[in-house]
């Protein structure tokens, strides 16, 4: 499931069916497959885009329409939808689409609601027609090609601003990931070494507080395009995925800031294993400004009800204010090009991760595919499991039903 926000900005003309077809492959990044997407409206005004996949059948198609509806009636701004179909299955023999009972169904449910479904269009591998439209003299049933759509007005205008999208989904999460930057084999003997030599220390007071600033300034620079290059930082940041609490500690960070993500671990059970020093590899120390000699500061962590309540709630979704997106896209980068060269409970952490940013986002379907393969990697891993079944329920964070709080990733916008 996807679920794109309203665009703040509505300096898009559309002006035809093919244009919103169109609109619909570049707000999404990718052609659906098996696929019901639906767009709100509000006036003339396209809004809020939510694409789910098909039931494997119609057999209660009222509770497949009232679950999507539950999800259109977020943006409370819309008073309409439009659908399109995106399947393989063949028109039935009389001519007409397929699903019919399920889209008369997500019909009733809608106008319950207050949306009025305007319009809608089926859409296969070679063709595209109208969905409601029985007047073979401006309906053919055998449609219009589906070039048409990639010739459209509004798809050209996409394109020439650097908008684009992928053949399959698959194909689309591909794209976000980078190519390896250094040995995964080298890299990960340095993983090893690092895990040896803090064990169970990763909880310690000061060895906790430098690992996060270390990810903390890696957030920074990766906000800044500087991408990270050294792989015994890399290694380091690998390694401390193994601890759980710092897993979840580099979310909150990128999503809520510094004060939340240290305070709310305190106040969230951090276990302190071990005591001493911290241990940061040298390259570590330079970046964030200390000598190889020098002792690193441990700041006491003042955990309060507030920064314990909102580490939890950001992380299960639940947090009703602003995150933090632009960090939360550094993150994405970071995370993406660790997950290159990272094998085994590291690798694993960071496609969760991946798949929790994109959920964050409101990209169920790429988060499915980031938390398929985390699983792939280590099967069982418990935050994958969750999310996947958070995700395959079609839960939407809280943020995410609000225009004003939702992620925003320049989307194409149209009027």
């Known amino acids: 499931m996807t679920s794109t926000p309203p665009p703040q900005d509505l300096p898009f003309k559309v002006t035809s069916a093919a244009d919103i077809l169109s609109y619909i492959l ?11 997407v ?10 809020a885009t939510l694409r789910v996949d098909l039931p494997d059948n119609d057999l209660d198609p009222d509770g497949y329409a009232a679950g999507v ?40 449910s809608l106008g319950g609601a207050g949306l009025q479904l305007r319009d809608g269009w089926l859409v296969t591998d070679t063709m595209w027609r109208d969905y409601f439209c029985t007047d073979p003299g401006c309906c053919p049933p055998s449609g219009h090609p589906i070039e048409s759509v990639l010739t459209s007005p509004l798809n050209a205008e996409l394109t020439f601003r650097g908008s684009s999208f992928a053949d399959t989904l698959d ?20 993983c090893r070494s690092e895990q040896v030599q803090l064990g169970h220390r990763w909880t310690s007071p000061s060895q906790f507080i430098a690992t996060l600033r270390l990810w903390d300034c890696l957030l920074a620079r990766t906000a800044s395009k500087v991408p990270i290059t050294d792989v015994g930082v890399a290694a380091h940041l690998l390694a401390s995925l193994i601890s759980r609490p710092i897993r979840d500690a580099v979310l909150v960070l990128a999503a809520l800031g510094w004060e939340i993500s240290v305070n709310g671990s305190e106040g ?25 000699d020098e002792r690193l500061p441990v700041e006491p962590m003042k955990p309060a009800a507030a920064h314990t309540r909102d580490f939890c709630d950001v992380l299960i979704g639940q947090y009703r204010g602003q995150l933090q997106w632009e960090q939360v896209d550094a993150a994405h980068t970071l995370l993406s090009r660790l997950s290159a060269v990272a094998v085994g409970e590291p690798r694993a952490a960071l496609l969760t991760m991946l798949g929790w940013i994109e959920w964050a986002r409101g990209r169920g379907s790429r988060a499915h595919v980031y938390l398929g393969e985390a699983l792939a990697e280590i099967p069982g891993y418990s935050l994958a499991e969750l999310l996947e079944e958070v995700v395959g329920r079609g839960m939407l964070a809280e ?5 004003d709080l939702a992620w925003r990733n320049g989307a194409p916008h149209a009027a």
């Open 26 to 36: 570049h707000t999404l990044g990718f052609q659906p497959a098996e696929s019901l």
């Open 38 to 47: 639906l767009l709100t409206m509000c006036g003339k005004r396209v809004g």
């Open 69 to 108: 509806c539950s999800i259109l009636t977020s943006d409370t701004t819309a008073d309409g939808a439009l659908l399109a179909l995106y399947t393989s299955e063949p028109l039935t023999r009389g001519g007409m689409p397929p699903r019919r009972n399920l889209v008369r169904s997500l019909g009733r």
């Open 171 to 190: 194909a689309a999460v591909e794209t976000d990931l980078p190519a390896a930057w250094t040995d995964p084999a080298e890299l990960a003997r340095l």
């Open 268 to 292: 969230n059970s951090l276990r302190r294993a071990g005591t001493g020093a911290a241990h940061l590899p040298a390259s570590a120390r330079t970046m964030l400004g200390f000598g190889p």
């Open 399 to 403: 943020w995410s039903r609000d225009k």
